[in-house]
């Protein structure tokens, strides 16, 4: 089956699967309820519309620069408690990837894929890395990113998005039939207005840097 490919880039980026109240994780490569969410975006679903076309889709990340987990260490003062009765002040955590660089890879159904590829190019809404805020910077879309290859050949061919070669060994993250790899709570199961995510299993895999595509002195898919 084909593969659409996508540049996962930018100053910051979250992907979160354990957030609860003032904690809010991420994941260290994109998420399958957070890629899906950017494509809804891209193709001006609203939150209430049906995402199980694009559940269907196959998944996986090849992580081409993992970047350097940080905090953003937040306090809000005089903030009304859930009673009513007084007011206090919360703190929060929130953890992102700064300067992170993903390849991530869609398979499955060729018109759907295709649609995705072109409402990649002019985006319906704005697009963001896993949290509003945190735009891609270069944008997703990649002009050759509609492959004949199926995910995981996709993912190992494609040239690397940095212009200079890799210092280590890639890792794979690829969607894999259940009981193998590990489990991760991100597969949609309803409209994302719902927040209802099950489970799926992901197989991690080593690419060896030195078969890694390399475009020297150019951005891949530039």
């Known amino acids: 089956m084909p593969t659409l490919l996508l540049r996962l880039q930018g ?6 699967t354990r957030s609860r109240f003032d904690h809010r994780d991420t994941w260290p490569y994109p998420t399958k309820s957070g890629v899906l969410g950017l494509l809804a975006a891209a193709l001006g679903r609203d939150r209430e519309e049906d995402v199980s076309d694009l559940a269907r889709l196959r998944m996986g990340v090849r992580v081409d620069r993992k970047g350097v987990l940080k905090v953003d260490y937040q306090t809000a003062q005089e903030v009304l408690t859930a009673d009513l009765r007084g007011r206090g002040n919360v703190q ?14 869609l398979e499955g159904e060729r018109s759907l894929l295709e649609e995705a590829h072109r409402a990649l190019l002019n985006p319906r809404y704005a697009l963001y890395l896993g949290r509003k805020g945190y735009a891609p910077s270069p944008p ?5 990113g509609l492959r004949e290859e199926g995910l995981e050949a996709a993912l190992r061919s494609y040239p ?11 890792l794979l993250a690829l969607e894999a039939p259940p009981g193998e790899g590990r489990l991760v709570y991100d597969q949609p199961l309803a409209p994302f207005a719902r927040r209802r995510f099950g489970a799926r299993y992901v197989r991690e895999e080593v690419l060896p840097k030195g078969e890694v595509k390399v475009r020297v002195g150019e951005q891949a898919g530039a």
């Not at 100053?11 to 979160?16: K, L």
């Not at 997703?140 to 050759?144: A, R």
């Open 92 to 105: 929060s955590w929130r953890y992102y990837l700064s300067d992170a660089a993903f390849l991530v890879g």
């Open 160 to 170: 690397y998005l940095l212009p200079k070669e890799p210092k280590e060994d890639l």
């Open 11 to 16: 100053p910051m980026q979250s992907w979160g």
């Open 140 to 144: 997703p879309y990649l002009e050759d």
